[in-house]
């Protein structure tokens, strides 16, 4: 007859003998506690995928109170910003110990976030984290009134909740600095939709940083993060010739823009620069290569989760944490000859 084989499920207590640790510094690495050394963490680390332990969170959730979930409410997920701003986050909960439930609303009205936050509750959610695009969200949750953490990821929350955001002014002005130190002095903005705070942080900064430099923010251009937006306005600028520079509000809308000069025969950087905002992953292939600002997603989700947890766990609430952008120069903006 063959072997006996202990298929008991291994234990946090097996994992301590195996890895020869006490049983609470195996908590504190399963739990992604920072007072942890590297070393010992790797040893535990190495236990628990030999005997392929897995976290008992019914049994857990039965002693803490927790559920160790997070409601995510995201609105406008087709945009780059809000997608990237939601798999950081998700990805940050995940490495945190924290299970995802996401509501994806089709709009941002006040009974649409009402039902998705009256869900999570329903799913005994232990805090909700919110991408906030439009400054209505905010209004709605202040209004609800919550009795579960929330932190809102993408703005400051005007004081009102705890959070993480991309610095989007200072991404701005350092786009229209680098314009200006190749000496442009006629900048055009073509800024994201109304009523996105993203949008008009970014217009917020080009305008600071011209009047930093004593330049006047009167080529104000309005699109809608479409690529078909940039190429309306590109065929507008191309006609007219009123800049010598574009600072665009995303990615996609210059890559409309870049498609408007080509057909007009109008030289990107030689006889126009232009920069973006945002860095998705074809600006680098475009033609010419895009200059533009960098947003460090997989940071935002980090810094969320930091802020979610600290409310959840230890009942503390901190300020708005902001992430710092960074230029990425590429060939599409040159000095003005």
């Not at 209505?136 to 959070?163: D, H, I, K, M, Y």
Request: one cysteine or more; a neutral charge; proline letters at 4%.
């Amino acid at each position: 007859m063959g072997r006996n084989i202990d298929r008991r499920v291994p234990r946090l207590e097996d994992v301590a003998t195996h890895a020869g640790v006490s049983h609470q510094t195996v908590s504190r690495v399963v739990n992604n506690h920072p007072n942890v050394r590297a070393a010992t963490r790797e040893r535990v680390e190495a236990a628990i995928a030999e005997l392929g332990y897995r976290r008992n969170t019914a049994a857990r959730s039965l002693v803490t109170r927790r559920s160790q979930t997070i409601g995510v409410l995201g609105t406008e997920l087709g945009q780059y910003g809000p997608a990237n701003t939601l798999l950081g986050v998700q990805q940050a909960a995940r490495e945190a110990g924290y299970f995802v439930s996401i509501a994806a609303l089709k709009d941002s009205g006040p009974d649409s976030i009402a039902d998705a936050v009256r869900h999570f509750t329903d799913q005994g959610a232990d805090g909700i984290i919110v991408i906030v695009p439009h400054e209505g969200t905010l209004q709605t949750l202040e209004e609800l009134n919550l009795a579960v953490p929330v932190a809102v990821v993408g703005t400051s929350g005007g004081g009102r909740f705890s959070g993480a955001m991309v610095d989007q002014k200072l991404g701005a002005r350092l786009a229209v600095a680098h314009l200006i130190s190749n000496g442009h002095r006629r900048i055009c903005h073509i800024a994201g939709p109304q009523g996105w705070i993203d949008a008009a942080a970014r217009s917020a900064g080009w305008r600071e940083e011209m009047a930093a430099a004593g330049l006047a923010d009167d080529l104000l251009m309005q699109g809608d993060w479409s690529a078909g937006s940039g190429y309306g306005v590109g065929r507008v600028l191309a006609e007219k010739r009123i800049a010598t520079a574009v600072f665009v509000g995303n990615d996609q809308m210059a890559l409309g823009l870049l498609r408007a000069f080509g057909e007009a025969g109008i030289r990107v950087p030689q006889d126009v620069s232009v920069v973006g905002f945002d860095d998705q992953p074809e600006a680098a292939y475009l033609m010419p290569p895009l200059t533009t600002v960098r947003q460090d997603f997989e940071e935002l989700g980090r810094r969320s989760m930091e802020v979610m947890r600290a409310q959840i766990e230890d009942g503390t609430a901190s300020s708005t944490t902001a992430v710092e952008p960074r230029l990425i120069v590429r060939a599409s903006a040159a000095r003005l000859k």
